[in-house]
């Protein structure tokens, strides 16, 4: 734009009336002129090189309606998306299955319960300003019983407990109030670990008491996983705890222990105060939503049984820069004319095939058997003359990997999954040919 704006004031007069202050009025309308010229200017440079067909973007559509395309064994496919938190504008969602109800915060740091099939845009609590992301997450499972209620048989020791006395972190009157603890543990819950990693959590806020410890014991060695010695006043965890703040108080506490752990054990949750100091009748502190399973998770509720979170089952629409890469390269393949040099029967026919695979973007062998005759060589395939061509594709792939992987998924995943070339192979390879395309 400065060089169309140089130009539009060179071809001005001289003198007071035509002013080159960069302020002045007449400056400022001859820099939106510039603009506009500017603007025009690249739409012209631009729209030259859409006709070209190796680097058409706007013209795309035109170029494959005049040879034929888009071609329907490449039509874009959704992509799944990884466990994670993710930018709401970065994850096009294409499909979204859950078969469970799950949790999740709101913007007003409220804890929330997102309904079957429904995709969960959650709030940072200690963040609410900062824009919502999009939570993906694999089954998850809450091995306590009762996690929201104190007040019954499940959890066990010497406690008095006054149910409704705050409002929990969901906004429900289900906080629990305990006052008058003596003894020791003051909290305690078994469960049988089906893992050998475990994640215990639990919605905590200060009443009188602002001292509190949370701990984890095994039952085959009786000594401690890991203690926490939280002090509300300042807001500071044990090592390794994760503390969590939310609004009106609240604190979640979270804690993986990853070693000492062996299937059949039986994991114990306490709660107490530090210094070997138990509270009061007059001390008062208040627990909710308390959790503990093989992995990390968003909050799953209980109550006479374990609860299961079923896994977000989500697809994204692939990446469209990609998707028109793709395209671009069907387009120049359509017009250069690839023809197969099939004139009989020899190898030399394979290696048209190698080369459509490694246009296509794979690493390929072709064979076919052949039968015995003298001069053959050792490892040569032997058989008749039959037809079958024997494709083996090799694919850059990830491999199929425990609790980032899904049922369903393939045993090697990579960007293209195999499917459009060997839907494209049997529609360009002679029909006297039987394709067998192995991936591996």
């Known amino acids: 734009m400065d060089k169309f704006w140089q130009a539009l004031t060179y071809l ?22 510039a603009g506009a010229l500017s603007d025009l200017h690249e739409f012209t440079r631009l729209t030259a090189y859409q006709w070209q067909p190796h680097q058409t973007v706007t013209r795309l559509a035109e170029w494959e309606e005049a040879t034929g395309l888009p071609d329907a064994c490449f039509a874009p496919t959704p992509e799944s998306v990884a466990p994670g938190s993710y930018d709401v504008g970065a994850v096009p969602i294409a499909t979204f299955t859950r078969a469970t109800p ?33 939570l993906i997450e694999d089954a998850a499972t809450n091995l306590l019983r009762y996690s929201e209620r104190f007040d019954n048989p499940a959890w066990t020791g010497s406690l008095t407990r006054t149910a409704n006395a705050d409002t929990a972190p969901d906004g429900s009157l289900t906080a629990n109030l305990i006052a008058g603890i003596s003894g020791v543990p003051v909290l305690i819950q078994s469960v049988v670990a089906t893992a050998t990693s475990m994640n215990y959590s639990i919605y905590t806020k200060k009443g009188t008491r ?27 965890g044990g090592s390794g705890w994760t503390v969590e703040a939310l609004p009106d108080g609240w604190f979640r506490l979270s804690y993986t222990q990853t070693t000492g752990i062996a299937v059949g054990n039986v994991v114990t949750c306490y709660a107490g105060c530090t210094g070997g100091a138990e509270l009061t009748p007059a001390d008062t502190w208040m627990l909710w939503g308390a959790q503990l399973g093989p992995v990390a998770s968003s909050y799953i509720t209980t109550t006479g049984s374990p609860a299961t979170r079923a896994a977000d089952i989500c697809t994204r629409f692939p990446d469209q820069a990609k998707v028109d890469a793709l395209r671009r390269k069907l387009l120049l393949s359509r017009l250069r004319g690839p023809v197969l040099a099939y004139t009989d029967s020899s190898p030399s026919c394979t290696d048209a095939i190698v080369a459509i695979c490694a246009w296509l973007g794979y690493v390929a062998t072709v064979q076919y058997n052949t039968p015995f005759r003298c001069g053959q060589r050792v490892g040569q395939r032997l058989g008749a003359l ?6 083996t594709v ?41 394709l067998n395309v192995i991936f591996v």
């Open 12 to 33: 001005l007069p001289s003198g007071f009336a035509w002013p080159r202050d960069p302020n002045s009025t007449l400056m400022r309308v001859m820099r939106a002129l």
């Open 102 to 134: 799950a949790t999740y915060y709101d913007r007003t740091g409220t804890l929330k319960t997102a309904p079957i099939d429904a995709p969960r845009y959650s709030y940072n609590p200690s963040n609410l300003s900062a824009a919502p992301l999009l």
């Open 210 to 236: 602002s001292i509190a410890r949370f701990l984890l014991r095994n039952s085959t060695t009786a000594t401690n996983f890991a203690a926490l010695s939280f002090n509300y006043e300042v807001g500071v």
């Open 386 to 391: 039959d037809g079958n061509l024997y494709v």
């Open 394 to 434: 090799t694919i850059q792939s990830t491999q199929f990997r425990v609790a980032l992987s899904r049922v369903g998924d393939r045993l090697l995943q990579g960007q293209l999954n195999g499917g459009e070339l060997a839907c494209y192979l049997k529609r360009v390879v002679p029909a006297r040919y039987q």
